[in-house]
Each structure stands twice: as structure tokens, then as C-alpha cells.
């Protein structure tokens, strides 16, 4: 069965705070004889070491449990807070269950106290806090990581979605058609291929600048048919007729490319 994990560090994380606390835990529970007396020190770390172990995947579980209810990125300060609190609770349980085993098992050269408890809980609930803050930190920060992925991603899409919409607009039959009839043009009416090249200009002008937007106006757009049809109707003569009919005023509507 796999064991709940609040992170992917969840495991190389236990590695290096568990030993420290149950290091610092039974000292501050059992005094100095923690690491004189050999009997103690096994059996406190014996104890200390099983039930910390379950405490870690009980508050694995209330963790998830809380960040299920606010998975949101902007929810970052509740759900701490709360896991922070649930946590510190579980964990000063643990503390305690800690301290009545050893109270029944009478350790050998073992003073306890009330006040050792109360320094057991303070401990526990800033190792509490340190560890929470560190697992939210791991959290979000992979959250940052996937959000830029996914920007990147996007950016990408959206970059590639541009070129292929240039492409289309340029399209290169049209222009070769085009610059086949400018080169007959030079050589037959010079003044008229001036004319034909500025109408180009003015076509693939219009379509490289509106790329960038989503709207133009009625105007604009009149403009660039106007230079179009010139361009058709060098090439195809009298074959070509362009007849417009707009409303007084109309030229200043917005229209989508």
C-alpha cells in the first residue's frame, strides 16, 4: 500500500527531520540522561522513532485533505494557516502519548516534569511551523515551475499561430503572380509598374501591420481593396469590375480581421 505524500521530497525530507527531532524531543523531555544511560536512549528512540513516524503520515493525510479544500494558487495563506494549526495539534498529541509512555515505563535516571512537556510542545510546534512552511514552499514553488511551462507553452502556440496566419496572408503564388506582372510592367509602361509596386506595397503593408491587432476600420479595409483590385486588374484588364456601396458614416466602423 502506498503511504500518503505530501510532497515528492516527502521521503529524503523524513531523513533529515526526523532524527533531529527525535534527538532534540527526548532531550528536552528526558534531561541529559537521554545520552548518558544506553537503555534510555534505545527505548526513547525506539518509542520516539515509531509513533513520529506515524505522526508524519497522519499530518501527510490532514495536509491533503486541507488542500483539497483550497487547492488554488491565491489560497496559499489559508490553507498554511490551517494546516499549520491541525498539524501543531496532531503533533503535540503525539508529544504527549510520548511522554505517558515514558512516565509508565519509569526510565531509569528520568525526571519528568510538567515543564519538560510544556518545552516538548514548544519544540514541537516550531518544527511544526519550519516543516509547514517548507512543504507549502516545495508546493508552490512547483506550482510556479508548471505555470511557466504552461505560459511557455502557450507562447509558443500563440507565436506559431501568428506565422501560420502571416503565411496565409502572404501567400506566395499571389506574390509571384504579382511581381511576374511588375517585371512586364518595367519594360512596357514604367510609370504604370511604379504605381503597381507601390499598390503592392501598400497590400502587404496592411496585411503585416493589422497582424498585430484584432480590429480595423471600415476605412482601412476599403483602402487595402481598392489597392488589391488595382493589383488584379493589371493583370486581368477590363475582365475585372469593382462596384462599392457604403452608408454616409459607416467608414469609421470597426470590423474583424
Excluded at 94 to 115: A, F, R
Aim: charge should be negative; glycine fraction near 4%; aromatic fraction near 12%.
Amino acid at each position: 500500500m502506498k503511504l500518503p505524500a505530501y510532497s515528492h521530497y516527502d521521503s529524503l525530507l523524513q531523513v533529515i527531520v526526523l532524527p533531529l527531532f527525535i534527538g532534540f524531543l527526548n532531550w528536552l523531555l528526558l534531561g541529559h540522561t537521554y545520552w548518558q544511560n544506553w537503555t534510555t536512549f534505545g527505548i526513547a528512540t525506539g518509542v520516539t522513532l515509531v509513533i513520529s513516524f506515524g505522526n508524519w503520515y497522519t499530518n501527510n493525510i490532514i495536509s491533503l485533505k486541507i488542500q483539497s479544500l483550497h487547492p488554488e494558487p491565491n489560497q496559499y495563506l489559508i490553507r498554511t494557516v490551517r494546516i499549520f494549526i491541525f498539524c501543531a495539534i496532531s503533533s503535540c498529541l503525539q508529544v504527549t502519548v510520548i511522554y505517558s509512555i515514558y512516565y509508565l515505563l519509569k526510565l531509569p535516571g528520568v525526571d519528568l516534569t510538567i515543564t519538560r512537556l510544556g518545552l516538548g510542545w514548544l519544540f514541537t510546534i516550531l518544527a511544526v511551523a519550519i516543516v509547514v512552511i517548507l512543504y507549502e514552499s516545495i508546493h508552490n514553488f512547483g506550482h510556479w515551475q508548471q505555470s511557466r511551462r504552461e505560459v511557455d507553452t502557450l507562447s509558443k502556440a500563440q507565436l506559431q499561430a501568428q506565422l501560420d496566419t502571416l503565411r496565409q496572408q502572404v501567400n506566395p503564388h499571389f506574390l509571384f503572380n504579382s511581381l511576374n506582372s511588375l517585371i512586364s510592367l518595367i519594360g512596357e509602361d514604367p510609370r504604370q509598374a511604379e504605381v503597381f509596386a507601390e499598390e503592392l506595397s501598400s497590400v502587404y503593408r496592411y496585411l503585416l501591420r493589422n497582424n498585430e491587432s484584432e480590429l480595423t476600420s471600415l476605412a482601412n479595409e476599403l483602402e487595402f481593396i481598392q489597392s488589391y483590385f488595382h493589383l488584379l486588374k493589371t493583370r486581368h484588364g477590363e475582365a475585372l469590375v469593382l462596384e462599392t456601396s457604403i452608408h454616409s458614416g459607416a467608414e469609421t466602423r470597426q470590423l474583424p480581421l
